[in-house]
């Protein structure tokens, strides 16, 4: 079946670590995402990447970095500088063009104590 | 720039019960706008999408959304809710032609449904 893994679901790690969270599709989408979601706050873009070897950053990049070195993968590091890392993380991919609509992977839940 | 007011953080219905979410967007270019549902700890399903076709959308689980360009309105509606629908909702909208960042989503809202 086609689709988008995130792992691991849950994540914990000490203040000061940096973590990388995957996210891997088999759609063959172009274009991937991730977000973080806040209680309240809906969806927020990071960082997005249409076509391999290339990304740009969303509206809170700060503390995050990306690669983009393969089509189906998106791996996303939160780094130490990010001041408040705990959150859920969600990775989308598209067809990059017309189609618009986003596809969502299960989330990864990261918990830094 | 595109934009998405959802209108109340927390609507609650009773079972059987019509269900109403509203949204309303602002858009530069003819827009297309999506529904999305997100259940507790898990990532967003597409619910439904315009894309300029019929005004009248039906997604699924039986839900259905009206484009009405005149009120910048894309509410998502449902006849008689069911407990399963209990869940939070977002609408979006697509970014302007040649934007990479592609949709643009509203703060959501959560939907409980009570017995």
């Known amino acids: 079946d086609g689709g988008i893994t995130q792992s691991p679901k849950y994540l914990f790690r000490k203040e000061g670590q940096n973590v990388t969270l995957s996210c891997e599709q088999n759609?063959?989408?172009?274009?991937m995402y991730w977000y973080r979601q806040d209680p309240g706050q809906g969806l927020r873009l990071i960082y997005y990447s249409q076509i391999v070897n290339d990304f740009q950053k969303g509206d809170i990049a700060e503390g995050y970095s990306v690669s983009r070195e393969k089509k189906e993968s998106f791996p996303l590091t939160v780094t130490s500088a990010q001041k408040n890392p705990t959150a859920f993380y969600l990775c989308a991919s598209s067809i990059r063009g017309t189609s618009f609509e986003q596809y969502f992977g299960p989330g990864t839940r990261l918990t830094v104590t | 720039a595109q934009s998405v007011t959802q209108l109340g953080s927390h609507v609650s219905v009773s079972e059987g019960a019509l269900v109403l979410l509203r949204c309303n967007y602002s858009?530069?270019?003819?827009?297309?706008l999506f529904w999305y549902v997100q259940y507790p700890n898990q990532g967003l399903q597409l619910l439904l999408k315009y894309t300029s076709a019929a005004t009248l959308v039906k997604g699924i689980n039986g839900f259905e959304a009206e484009f009405k360009k005149s009120e910048t309105s894309f509410h998502l509606t449902k006849p008689s809710a069911h407990m399963s629908d209990a869940a939070e909702y977002f609408c979006a909208v697509r970014n302007s032609s040649g934007s990479a960042r592609q949709l643009t989503f509203g703060s959501g809202t959560q939907l409980t449904v009570l017995p």
């Open positions: 858009s530069s270019v003819p827009p297309y």
């Open positions: 759609l063959n989408h172009d274009a």
